[in-house]
């Protein structure tokens, strides 16, 4: 056994280097709301890359992910199912988006939906339906970070303590440099975090079985159940492949429609940086193997962790691990966890643009509304900081409780870019029931009810009764400005 001194030495370089080049930007972007939330339009390809990839490498990667694998077996293949096709969207989505960005001045997806509909209510729903997407998923990024700084200071640092050390970081640089601080040090994070996914993915299976071949070997023989499809719920009961199925639906129609990610679209320099990005996101996933490798690495270990989101860390410690290496794994496992850097960032561009300027239309100057983006992060990090303290289970139930009410938003945004029948009123009624709909079955089932009478993911039941709302409502209402709308679509098409 360690104890711990020179991993938390690392890590906090590490945490230091971050915060130097999260500030370093500030000093390059322009002082308007643009280059504050969407980097003045000028991302390329490189920054695009890391940005979006960051949404797939957070903490529940390092953490959630190994103790899914860990627990449930092969449902931890979801994720790689999902991650492969949930930004093929973006690759149609995108450009079209883009286009009425550079045209109209767009930098959140809620401001271009009430736009195309001439509505304040759904610039205002569409906010309040991010902040419900968004809180847990930081949340989930805060946990993260609190439980790898107490285990590497062998508990001296609590939780809560580590969360609020790490994400005061994050909201110095970003509160500083806005996206572009948030953009380099995800080039920083990725890179780090690719590197040690790999080099303790092969090694610890080696270390422990002599090789991942041998590993499954081992596993096949002695827990044959976690290695066959799908795998097991969070109840330990097997889980159905109309759970596996429809959670890799919702996670699917949800994953380009995150508003932090859709807004990307509104930073590229030209369709084909978005269309490129898309293109290369799924390289990414290649390095979420050797995280799963991890996962069944832990199995047959004679110790449990005392927590499933801390196997990785576990067999760190036990495996008399070199110090440095558990460092640098640390470190790269907070890069992970600071990926909530674009999301809250996203969270509070979208509560003044969409809620304040668009649905409440207040009147702000562009130097006050970069500063009212600038002080609506703190009260999103307090929020997200109090779930993550007080969220007692596993952090893949808190990735899939965010993606329910995000993927009501998918309708809104098609619509948006391609009907020409859909009405403001009928999105918005589509996207208040979906949300309905989704929390009733999501917050019954975290009471103990669960009122679902199939066993399908709530937020497909959400998505089911949000198209059907919106196709009738549309039917039955009028377009307010037949041609301005296929103007809009026209900017749209290109």
Same mark, same amino acid.
């Given at each position: 056994?360690?104890?711990?001194?020179?991993?938390?030495?690392?890590?906090?370089?590490?945490?230091?280097?971050?915060?130097?080049?999260?500030?370093?930007?500030?000093?390059?972007?322009?002082?308007?709301?643009?280059?504050?939330?969407?980097?003045?339009?000028?991302?390329?390809?490189?920054?695009?890359?890391?940005?979006?990839?960051?949404?797939?490498?957070?903490?529940?990667?390092?953490?959630?992910?190994?103790?899914?694998?860990?627990?449930?077996?092969?449902?931890?293949?979801?994720?790689?199912?999902?991650?492969?096709?949930?930004?093929?969207?973006?690759?149609?989505?995108?450009?079209?988006?883009?286009?009425?960005?550079?045209?109209?001045?767009?930098?959140?997806?809620?401001?271009?939906?009430?736009?195309?509909?001439?509505?304040?209510?759904?610039?205002?729903?569409?906010?309040?339906?991010?902040?419900?997407?968004?809180?847990?998923?930081?949340?989930?990024?805060?946990?993260?970070?609190?439980?790898?700084?107490?285990?590497?200071?062998?508990?001296?640092?609590?939780?809560?303590?580590?969360?609020?050390?790490?994400?005061?970081?994050?909201?110095?640089?970003?509160?500083?440099?806005?996206?572009?601080?948030?953009?380099?040090?995800?080039?920083?994070?990725?890179?780090?975090?690719?590197?040690?996914?790999?080099?303790?993915?092969?090694?610890?299976?080696?270390?422990?079985?002599?090789?991942?071949?041998?590993?499954?070997?081992?596993?096949?023989?002695?827990?044959?159940?976690?290695?066959?499809?799908?795998?097991?719920?969070?109840?330990?009961?097997?889980?159905?492949?109309?759970?596996?199925?429809?959670?890799?639906?919702?996670?699917?129609?949800?994953?380009?429609?995150?508003?932090?990610?859709?807004?990307?679209?509104?930073?590229?320099?030209?369709?084909?940086?978005?269309?490129?990005?898309?293109?290369?996101?799924?390289?990414?996933?290649?390095?979420?193997?050797?995280?799963?490798?991890?996962?069944?690495?832990?199995?047959?270990?004679?110790?449990?962790?005392?927590?499933?989101?801390?196997?990785?860390?576990?067999?760190?410690?036990?495996?008399?691990?070199?110090?440095?290496?558990?460092?640098?794994?640390?470190?790269?496992?907070?890069?992970?966890?600071?990926? #909530?850097? +674009?999301?809250?960032? *996203?969270? =509070?561009? %979208? @509560?003044?643009?969409?809620?304040?300027?668009?649905?409440? /239309?207040?009147?702000?100057?562009?130097?006050?509304?970069?500063?009212?983006?600038?002080?609506?992060?703190?009260?999103?990090?307090?929020?997200?900081?109090?779930?993550?303290?007080?969220?007692?289970?596993?952090?893949?139930?808190?990735?899939?409780?965010?993606?329910?009410?995000?993927?009501?938003?998918?309708?809104?945004?098609?619509?948006?870019?391609?009907?020409?029948?859909?009405?403001?009123?009928?999105?918005?009624?589509?996207?208040?029931?979906?949300?309905?709909?989704?929390?009733?079955?999501?917050?019954?089932?975290?009471?103990?009810?669960?009122?679902?009478?199939?066993?399908?993911?709530?937020?497909?039941? #959400?998505? +089911?009764?949000?198209? *059907?709302? =919106?196709? %009738? @409502?549309?039917?039955?209402?009028?377009?307010?400005?037949? /041609?301005?709308?296929?103007?809009?679509?026209?900017?749209?098409?290109?």
């Amino acid at each position: 056994m360690v104890d711990g001194t020179l991993a938390l030495v690392v890590a906090g370089t590490y945490l230091a280097i971050c915060l130097a080049v999260g500030l370093w930007p500030s000093r390059r972007a322009s002082s308007s709301v643009a280059g504050y939330v969407a980097g003045d339009r000028g991302l390329g390809l490189w920054l695009m890359y890391f940005i979006t990839g960051a949404t797939i490498f957070s903490a529940f990667t390092f953490l959630g992910m190994p103790g899914l694998a860990y627990k449930q077996g092969a449902a931890s293949f979801y994720i790689l199912s999902y991650g492969v096709l949930g930004f093929v969207p973006f690759y149609f989505l995108g450009p079209r988006a883009a286009r009425l960005g550079r045209a109209h001045g767009f930098v959140t997806q809620g401001e271009m939906m009430a736009h195309r509909f001439r509505s304040r209510a759904l610039a205002g729903t569409a906010a309040l339906v991010a902040l419900i997407a968004f809180v847990p998923y930081v949340a989930l990024q805060v946990r993260g970070a609190g439980l790898i700084v107490d285990i590497v200071s062998q508990g001296a640092i609590p939780p809560w303590a580590g969360a609020a050390v790490v994400y005061a970081i994050v909201l110095a640089y970003v509160m500083k440099s806005g996206l572009m601080g948030v953009g380099w040090t995800n080039v920083l994070q990725g890179v780090l975090m690719l590197a040690m996914a790999w080099a303790l993915g092969l090694y610890l299976p080696a270390h422990l079985y002599g090789g991942v071949g041998a590993m499954f070997d081992r596993l096949a023989s002695e827990r044959a159940e976690l290695l066959l499809a799908p795998g097991f719920g969070k109840n330990g009961e097997p889980w159905t492949w109309s759970e596996y199925s429809s959670a890799i639906l919702v996670s699917t129609v949800g994953f380009s429609c995150w508003p932090h990610l859709f807004m990307k679209a509104f930073t590229a320099k030209d369709d084909r940086t978005i269309r490129r990005s898309v293109v290369l996101y799924p390289t990414f996933l290649v390095f979420q193997v050797p995280i799963l490798l991890l996962g069944f690495a832990g199995v047959l270990h004679p110790h449990a962790p005392a927590d499933l989101n801390q196997v990785i860390l576990h067999l760190l410690f036990e495996a008399a691990v070199p110090e440095l290496v558990i460092g640098l794994f640390c470190a790269g496992g907070l890069a992970a966890a600071m990926g #909530g850097d +674009a999301i809250a960032h *996203a969270a =509070a561009s %979208i @509560v003044v643009r969409d809620g304040a300027v668009r649905a409440l /239309e207040v009147e702000l100057s562009p130097q006050r509304e970069r500063r009212w983006i600038r002080i609506a992060l703190v009260p999103i990090f307090a929020a997200a900081y109090l779930v993550a303290i007080l969220w007692e289970e596993s952090l893949v139930w808190l990735l899939l409780f965010s993606y329910g009410p995000v993927t009501q938003l998918a309708p809104a945004v098609v619509a948006t870019l391609y009907s020409r029948r859909a009405t403001g009123t009928g999105v918005l009624s589509g996207l208040i029931v979906g949300i309905g709909v989704t929390l009733v079955f999501d917050l019954a089932a975290q009471l103990g009810h669960d009122l679902r009478p199939w066993l399908v993911h709530s937020g497909l039941y #959400g998505l +089911a009764a949000n198209l *059907a709302t =919106a196709v %009738i @409502v549309s039917a039955a209402t009028r377009r307010p400005d037949r /041609e301005q709308d296929e103007e809009f679509l026209r900017t749209a098409r290109g």
